[in-house]
């Protein structure tokens, strides 16, 4: 069952999506060959914690970071570790979770580790865009199967693939509602958009072929050709001409299409 939140719910995921944001703010500068990914966490965990809120995924089915932290061929579900040391060249994508008052905000960016081949920059801007794109049908009345679409074609477009093991979600009081949210699909097709739905939408796009594998820690998943991967998530609010993105920070550049 996919449930329309009230305006008190979606004021409380207003804030737990800015200090999800806030996140992103300050790891952002920290990015830099030599950090583990272990330290992200931490400063992460204490950006949360700091706005009265708790990490989200800390916990969350045996999850042991507060956020999931993934280099290059890892798609999602990144562990925390003092032994994952990032590197010039490096992609990271940084997937933040944040429970404020019972709800909760979510999402995804993939950041550079200093100077990064124009084949790695190409696919965290199309994995980006491809998300924008995808918005620009989203509106009360639409068809959940049409933004899929639209992620889907997006990328395909321009060479890349699309895991098919993993999905956005709806979200609010519990992280993971109804509906899943594939990144691709058919148009016209699927649950109808309501005002008042809360949805994270995140592509995750491959450079190569788009199977994956589990590693045996039963979290990080990774590209099963070993090729990059990028994600960029954002928790949406959908109101009856468009939409309102609840995990962006004031001044952050936006690959927007």
């Given at each position: 069952?996919?449930?329309?939140?009230?305006?008190?719910?979606?004021?409380?995921?207003?804030?737990?999506?800015?200090?999800?944001?806030?996140?992103?703010?300050?790891?952002?500068?920290?990015?830099?060959?030599?950090?583990?990914?272990?330290?992200?966490?931490?400063?992460?965990?204490?950006?949360?914690?700091?706005?009265?809120?708790?990490?989200?995924?800390?916990?969350?089915?045996?999850?042991?970071?507060?956020?999931?932290?993934?280099?290059?061929?890892?798609?999602?579900?990144?562990?925390?570790?003092?032994?994952?040391?990032?590197?010039?060249?490096?992609i990271v994508s940084l997937d933040v979770g944040a429970t404020y008052q019972g709800y909760c905000g979510d999402a995804c960016r993939t950041y550079p580790v200093g100077q990064i081949s124009e084949k790695a920059e190409r696919l965290v801007k199309t994995t980006e865009e491809s998300f924008w794109y995808g918005l620009k049908f989203?509106?009360?009345?639409?068809?959940?199967?049409?933004?899929?679409?639209?992620?889907?074609?997006?990328?395909?477009?321009?060479?890349?693939?699309?895991?098919?093991?993993?999905?956005?979600?709806?979200?609010?009081?519990?992280?993971?509602?109804?509906?899943?949210?594939?990144?691709?699909?058919?148009?016209?097709?699927?649950?109808?958009?309501?005002?008042?739905?809360?949805?994270?939408?995140?592509?995750?796009?491959?450079?190569?072929?788009?199977?994956?594998?589990?590693?045996?820690?039963?979290?990080?998943?990774?590209?099963?050709?070993?090729?990059?991967?990028?994600?960029?998530?954002?928790?949406?609010?959908?109101?009856?001409?468009?939409?309102?993105?609840?995990?962006?920070?004031?001044?952050?550049?936006?690959?927007?299409?």
């Amino acid at each position: 069952m996919i449930i329309v939140k009230s305006e008190r719910e979606i004021e409380l995921m207003r804030k737990a999506g800015q200090i999800v944001a806030s996140v992103f703010e300050t790891l952002k500068p920290a990015l830099r060959p030599g950090i583990t990914t272990k330290e992200l966490d931490e400063l992460a965990e204490k950006t949360i914690r700091d706005q009265g809120a708790y990490p989200t995924f800390k916990g969350y089915g045996g999850f042991p970071g507060a956020i999931c932290i993934s280099v290059n061929d890892t798609l999602i579900h990144g562990i925390p570790s003092s032994k994952i040391i990032l590197k010039e060249g490096d992609i990271v994508s940084l997937d933040v979770g944040a429970t404020y008052q019972g709800y909760c905000g979510d999402a995804c960016r993939t950041y550079p580790v200093g100077q990064i081949s124009e084949k790695a920059e190409r696919l965290v801007k199309t994995t980006e865009e491809s998300f924008w794109y995808g918005l620009k049908f989203v509106k009360e009345g639409a068809f959940l199967g049409t933004i899929s679409h639209a992620i889907q074609e997006y990328n395909e477009k321009r060479g890349y693939s699309l895991p098919r093991d993993y999905t956005g979600h709806g979200i609010g009081s519990h992280l993971h509602e109804d509906p899943a949210i594939p990144n691709y699909g058919r148009a016209e097709t699927g649950p109808i958009l309501l005002k008042g739905m809360c949805l994270a939408i995140e592509p995750m796009v491959a450079e190569g072929k788009h199977q994956t594998r589990v590693l045996p820690d039963e979290w990080t998943v990774k590209m099963r050709d070993g090729k990059l991967s990028a994600h960029y998530e954002n928790t949406i609010v959908v109101t009856k001409d468009g939409y309102e993105v609840l995990t962006t920070y004031e001044g952050e550049k936006i690959n927007n299409v």
